[in-house]
């Protein structure tokens, strides 16, 4: 059914949105999905951290043992390990026992803090940090799980972490691979073909006539389908005739699009024959809306592909695909 009157820009939105088809799902390589729309929740196979680890460089400890320590009067341990990241612990820490260890090691069993190494002696020789000491003195006391990251102090194994039809952003793609996420069910990228027609319309390589101008609003047009992750394709404009605006959407067709976006051709000028072909081929939702600038928008389907016929003015056709595009 036509919508003829001027319709709000709340309705309008409304009824474009409840029209337009959600495409297919693909599965795509972590590095491929930037920017790509999640098309199903995606939930954390695993927990982040997937184990105990210290989140400081220095000594994990029995925090027991250094209830009393202090800067007047030290508690000393006796270095029983060394953990470097990537390493995993092997042995428990008895009373009076320490080890050395970095920032995201593994804690080992018996410790239960750890105690940053600027509040001890450094137990180590600065001139040579792989020969640890056989003690270490510690200058303050700390409570039980200080400086210490539990398992899925970050995520919990099952939880949510990327709603269907959010884009996937650098931090996205990060927490994707902190989880060991390769892959990603993403949004296939719509095929959007851009129409241009007007006889005062020259392609950028060609030189202009008298009373011609350049094709500008379907570079625009392309760059903000860039920007929505979708892939633009541009045909050749198209002459101000009803056969030439025919066969203009016949090629368009043949592309196989997901939408079809024209700009002019859709007000009531002598050769403004879009809206007309359209009405041949398809289907006309509504044509003009209360918005300035852009109150000349057609919306409607050809051949069960949606289609915007856009404003010809630069500024006009720029909002109207923002707002409804």
């Given at each position: 059914?036509?919508?003829?009157?001027?319709?709000?820009?709340?309705?309008?939105?409304?009824?474009?949105?409840?029209?337009?088809?959600?495409?297919?799902?693909?599965?795509?390589?972590?590095?491929?999905?930037?920017?790509?729309?999640?098309?199903?929740?995606?939930?954390?196979?695993?927990?982040?951290?997937?184990?105990?680890?210290?989140?400081?460089?220095?000594?994990?400890?029995?925090?027991?043992?250094?209830?009393?320590?202090?800067?007047?009067?030290?508690?000393?341990?006796?270095?029983?390990?060394?953990?470097?990241?990537?390493?995993?612990?092997?042995?428990?820490?008895g009373?009076?026992?320490?080890?050395?260890?970095m920032?995201?090691?593994?804690?080992?069993?018996?410790?239960?803090?750890?105690?940053?190494?600027?509040?001890?002696?450094?137990?180590?020789d600065?001139?040579?940090?792989?020969?640890?000491?056989?003690?270490?003195?510690?200058?303050?006391?700390?409570?039980?799980?200080?400086?210490?990251?539990?398992?899925?102090e970050?995520?919990?194994?099952?939880?949510?972490?990327?709603?269907?039809?959010?884009?996937?952003?650098?931090?996205?793609?990060?927490?994707?691979?902190?989880?060991?996420?390769?892959?990603?069910?993403?949004?296939?990228?719509?095929?959007?073909?851009?129409?241009?027609?007007?006889?005062?319309l020259?392609?950028?390589?060609?030189?202009?006539?008298?009373?011609?101008?350049?094709n500008?609003?379907?570079?625009?047009?392309?760059?903000?389908?860039?920007?929505?992750d979708?892939e633009?394709?541009?045909?050749?404009?198209?002459?101000?005739?009803?056969?030439?605006?025919?066969?203009?959407?016949?090629?368009?067709?043949?592309?196989?699009p997901?939408?079809?976006?024209?700009?002019?051709?859709?007000?009531?000028?002598?050769?403004?024959?879009?809206?007309?072909?359209?009405?041949?081929?398809?289907?006309v939702?509504?044509?003009r809306?209360?918005?300035?600038?852009?109150?000349?928008?057609?919306?409607?389907?050809?051949?069960?592909?949606?289609?915007?016929?856009?404003?010809?003015?630069?500024?006009?056709?720029m909002?109207?695909?923002?707002?409804?595009?």
């Open positions: 059914m036509i919508v003829s009157k001027l319709l709000a820009v709340d309705e309008a939105l409304s009824r474009i949105l409840n029209h337009i088809p959600t495409l297919p799902t693909e599965v795509v390589p972590l590095l491929g999905a930037y920017h790509r729309i999640v098309s199903e929740d995606i939930i954390a196979p695993t927990s982040l951290p997937p184990f105990p680890n210290s989140s400081m460089d220095g000594y994990a400890v029995r925090a027991e043992d250094i209830t009393t320590a202090s800067q007047n009067s030290p508690v000393s341990l006796k270095v029983v390990m060394d953990i470097p990241a990537g390493a995993f612990p092997k042995g428990t820490l009373a009076g026992e320490c080890a050395r260890i920032t995201g090691a593994p804690i080992p069993n018996g410790a239960t803090a750890i105690i940053p190494v600027e509040n001890t002696d450094g137990g180590w600065k001139a040579n940090p792989y020969a640890i000491k056989q003690t270490v003195n510690i200058f303050r006391a700390v409570k039980a799980g200080d400086y210490i990251r539990p398992i899925g970050d995520i919990q194994a099952g939880e949510m972490i990327i709603r269907a039809g959010e884009p996937l952003r650098p931090q996205e793609i990060g927490v994707c691979a902190s989880l060991g996420i390769a892959n990603l069910p993403v949004v296939r990228r719509p095929r959007v073909v851009i129409l241009a027609n007007g006889d005062e020259a392609e950028l390589w060609q030189p202009l006539k008298q009373g011609q101008i350049y500008s609003n379907s570079y625009t047009l392309a760059g903000l389908i860039l920007a929505c979708a633009p394709i541009l045909l050749p404009i198209a002459k101000d005739t009803p056969e030439s605006i025919r066969t203009l959407f016949t090629r368009a067709l043949d592309q196989q997901d939408m079809l976006i024209s700009t002019a051709g859709v007000s009531v000028g002598a050769a403004d024959f879009i809206r007309d072909i359209l009405e041949e081929l398809g289907v939702e509504m044509w809306i209360n918005i300035r600038p852009g109150k000349p928008l057609a919306f409607g389907f050809v051949q069960n592909i949606p289609f915007f016929g856009l404003p010809g003015n630069p500024v006009s056709a909002v109207t695909f923002e707002v409804f595009v």
